[in-house]
């Protein structure tokens, strides 16, 4: 079970756009798609042009000498498993899918000759498309340097070197379903009711709210995408919805429904989804919202579409499966900076984690997982760098995780701009794994800021804060209070002198969050910082903790540092000042202050994991 003292609201963008990883895939080109909307990478000779190395590459496999005979051995021992895990969603078992030419499984099989190109063999069109990078397909996870040159070298008995190119490198495999359902499988379709799309909407984002037609508890075995006309889809989005908040019919919906769980994403390239047994359990009446983000740049006249996600079910036996997203919920990205982003998620029974599809918008750079096991040893779970927000696939990742267990997870992003902060847009930022996990989860968010749930705030200063101001601060604790806090009235501006944090004030305007109602018993904040006044010069060094509780029981902690310096000057209004930050992130505030005798208080404004927080901060001088 998930520890709900962890949990956390998921924002899911509605604007999720997954690999187009098919040259020729009919969402793309507009002809007819399959039944089943499956798409995949192109396969090995999509296009005997696709081979072409560019003119800065190693020679090609084609080079390598005829009597090229590749170690059998090192085969067996090592190249057959990196094949497998990188050419396997493809060229994998006794029939390969999407147009490959042949499986890459059997050794003999990649030394006979080619079908496709007269005077080669499968393994060096296997040697020349790997070294020139134009397979795996840029859109999916290209093996790590060290396991492309193993594969290419031993493809052309190391007569080829790879051509080194950046792109997304996953440590884990794609997960990929089998390229039909079961036969004996009953279905249902989720899908648009005949809507009208207008033939100058571009970016039209559209929900639809449906219920699943089941007469008693069913499992759902396998996702399908049910794709019309896919000249005017381009992704297509299903979410649960838990809460039942999610209006009636279909509306504009740019962002995800508030109270549902993601479930399903499909964009070309992303395959069907299927549980290997059981599955995840459906009720009668329950409710989904079915997101299709639409796209009408041809201008087509009288649409009227019926798109959707048809959905294979079967009896509720076997495994059950439930989704859960694990990662750092609250958090900020200064501008002009390269940050990297925490969470943790305890478990407390044996859990198996299937298939995650780890989530980051478009600031992302590198997602990693580790399991920090109660002895204290650690192993990986999954690891991506070269992060491309068009290449969001599931990954298999199977691995039993054992009570007292926990999960790290770290994004990297790089923020060229401004602040960012976490949030449902696509502007914002977002570090999630959509995990699908057995036994279903109890809570449907995992997430905890700190790998010492329950510790004391430790505060020491960051690099903003002069060395030689060095003064004992004690951190302080205050509840979270609802309403708007009292204008602060300014006076004169603040004396030069040391100051340090004595008391605070956090605001929400409701207690009513996207997340769920919360305990206000139980949520409270934690900060220590201090404050230096030196002429027109200032430095502000703050350490704050937010403990949100919610209603339901779960908990979770927001912790988040502050260093800066710069100069300042009476602002435009009698109660401003005006910052220009010359530490920190570059740039230039405004905020509200008030001077009482030894006390200077002042006002900020954060939207910080999607709250729109009033933040009031109380120095007094140290004599």
Not at 7 to 31: R, W, Y
Not at 305 to 310: H, K, L
Not at 396 to 403: D, H, K, W, Y
Request: aromatic share 8%; glycine share 8%.
């Amino acid at each position: 079970m998930l520890n709900p003292r962890h949990t956390a609201l998921v924002f899911l963008v509605s604007g999720i756009a997954l690999a187009a990883c098919n040259a020729d895939d009919p969402a793309a080109n507009g002809s007819d798609a399959s039944p089943s909307g499956d798409s995949a990478p192109p396969s090995d000779d999509a296009s005997p042009s696709d081979a072409a190395p560019r003119p800065d590459a190693a020679p090609t496999a084609d080079a390598a000498p005829p009597s090229c005979v590749p170690d059998r051995a090192a085969w067996d021992t090592s190249v057959k498993s990196q094949v497998e895990q990188f050419c396997g969603a493809c060229h994998g078992g006794l029939m390969p899918q999407y147009g490959a030419p042949g499986g890459f499984d059997d050794y003999d099989a990649l030394l006979a000759p080619s079908a496709t190109h007269p005077g080669a063999r499968l393994v060096d069109r296997v040697a020349a498309r790997a070294a020139d990078g134009t397979m795996p397909p840029t859109t999916w996870p290209r093996p790590a340097d060290d396991i492309l040159s193993s594969i290419v070298s031993w493809a052309s008995c190391g007569a080829v070197a790879p051509n080194p190119r950046e792109g997304l490198v996953a440590s884990a495999p794609v997960f990929v379903a089998p390229p039909e359902a079961p036969a004996d499988l009953p279905f249902f379709d989720l899908e648009a009711d005949d809507y009208a799309l207008a033939a100058d909407a571009l970016d039209d984002y559209r929900c639809f709210t449906l219920t699943a037609p089941v007469d008693g508890p069913r499992f759902i075995k396998r996702f399908e995408v049910k794709l019309e006309d896919p000249r005017i889809v381009h992704h297509v989005v299903l979410l649960r919805d838990v809460e039942r908040l999610a209006p009636e019919g279909n509306y504009s919906c740019f962002d995800m429904p508030e109270g549902s769980d993601y479930l399903y994403a499909w964009a070309p390239g992303q395959d069907a989804l299927e549980f290997p047994e059981g599955g995840l359990r459906v009720e009668p009446g329950d409710r989904y919202v079915l997101q299709i983000h639409y796209n009408n740049a041809l201008g087509l006249p009288d649409v009227a579409d019926n798109s959707g996600v048809r959905i294979f079910h079967g009896p509720a036996e076997g495994t059950e499966y439930g989704m859960v997203a694990i990662g750092p919920i609250a958090f900020s990205l200064p501008g002009r900076a390269q940050t990297d982003v925490q969470g943790y998620c305890a478990l407390s029974e044996a859990t198996t984690l299937l298939a995650g599809m780890p989530h980051m918008h478009t600031l992302g750079s590198t997602f990693r997982q580790t399991i920090l096991h109660a002895d204290g040893t650690s192993t990986p779970l999954i690891e991506l760098s070269g992060w491309d927000f068009e290449a969001q696939l599931f990954y298999s990742t199977p691995v039993t995780l054992a009570p007292g267990d926990r999960i790290e997870t770290v994004c990297g992003f790089e923020n060229e701009g401004n602040l960012v902060q976490s949030g449902a847009r696509t502007q914002d930022e977002m570090c999630f794994n959509f995990a699908y996990v057995t036994p279903p989860p109890t809570t449907r968010y995992c997430d905890g800021a700190s790998d010492t749930p329950n510790a004391p705030l430790e505060y020491a200063p960051g690099q903003c804060w002069p060395a030689e101001a060095q003064q004992s601060v004690t951190p302080i604790e205050a509840p979270v209070l609802i309403g708007e806090p009292a204008a602060l009235q300014g006076g004169a501006l603040p004396p030069d002198g040391l100051y340090t944090l004595s008391d605070m004030e956090f605001w929400l305007p409701s207690p009513t969050l996207p997340l769920g109602e919360l305990d206000m018993e139980r949520t409270r904040v934690a900060a220590a910082g201090q404050l230096q006044i030196s002429g027109a010069q200032f430095a502000l060094d703050t350490l704050t903790r937010l403990h949100l509780a919610l209603a339901a029981g779960p908990e979770f902690d927001s912790d988040r540092a502050n260093t800066i310096a710069g100069t300042f000057a009476a602002g435009a209004e009698p109660s401003t000042v005006d910052l220009t930050r010359t530490c920190g992130p570059e740039g230039t505030s405004t905020w509200s202050y008030e001077t009482r005798d030894d006390h200077v208080s002042l006002d900020l404004n954060t939207g910080e994991g999607g709250l729109n927080l009033r933040v009031r901060l109380i120095f007094t001088r140290t004599p």
